[in-house]
């Protein structure tokens, strides 16, 4: 069936240095990713997403990597700022026009 | 600021009771999803709405419902509330097309069943 999920809970990183947090999936067939950062007390809000014809996306600070075959994603961010603590989910697309979330991940920045 | 609205903000309610929770998506977006965050099961997808048609179902029990109004926004319908609803409920529009995976979520509603 369909999951999505992630190795690490938590992650703690310094100031300035880069982090990276890994999602895998097991639907094969999954063509669409997304990320999403949930601050306490807010909603998810939209990072980046890729489509599962690419390998590498970037956005601003953020890169999103898609390894098809080991069904493996990452995001990493780039100088992580305090006000990068967060959960940080990845989703996929569901088939019926959801997203399926995985667990979540907890970034800790550290001054 | 994603632009989607939800209230009430907290609702704290006893068991057996029914709440209603209320979206509005962003300007112009049409698609409305509901999901439920709970500690146990995290985001789960419950249902959703597309121009005022129900378009797909999630894990959502038969004591809740949905509908999404002419104007587009929409209500979730909890009802003979259980212990086990206390969660956060969370709105997500996004836009017909090709980008309609983007979805949108709104600050959410903390719910507590007492």
């Known amino acids: 069936g369909e999951s999505v999920g992630l190795h690490l809970p938590t992650l703690s990183v310094q100031e300035g240095d880069n982090s990276i947090i890994n999602c895998a999936y097991s639907?094969?067939?999954?063509?669409?990713f997304i990320w999403y950062k949930q601050e306490s007390g807010k909603g998810p809000q939209f990072i980046i997403d890729?489509?599962?014809?690419?390998d590498k996306r970037q956005g601003q600070r953020v890169t999103v990597l898609l390894n098809k075959t080991v069904k493996h994603l990452s995001l990493q961010i780039a100088a992580t700022q305090p006000g990068d603590s967060a959960v940080y989910f990845c989703?996929?697309?569901?088939?019926?026009?959801?997203?399926?979330f995985g667990k979540g991940t907890k970034l800790s920045v550290k001054p | 600021d994603s632009g989607v609205t939800q209230t009430p903000k907290h609702l704290i309610t006893a068991t057996g009771q029914r709440v209603t929770l209320r979206c509005s998506p962003r300007s112009g977006d049409l698609s409305v999803y509901w999901y439920q965050q709970s500690l146990d099961q995290g985001l789960q997808f419950l249902i959703q709405?597309?121009?005022?048609?129900?378009?797909a179902k999630g894990n959502i029990l038969e004591r809740f419902s949905a509908q999404q109004f002419p104007d587009l926004h929409s209500e979730l319908n909890l009802s003979s509330l259980e212990l086990g609803d206390s969660a956060l409920y969370f709105c997500?529009?996004?836009?017909?097309?090709?980008?309609?995976?983007?979805?949108?979520f709104g600050p959410g509603t903390r719910l507590t069943v007492t």
């Open positions: 709405y597309y121009n005022g048609e129900e378009r």
């Open positions: 997500a529009s996004s836009a017909s097309g090709v980008n309609s995976y983007e979805q949108y």
């Open positions: 639907n094969s067939a999954s063509d669409y």
């Open positions: 890729i489509r599962s014809n690419m």
């Open positions: 989703a996929e697309k569901g088939g019926v026009g959801n997203l399926i």
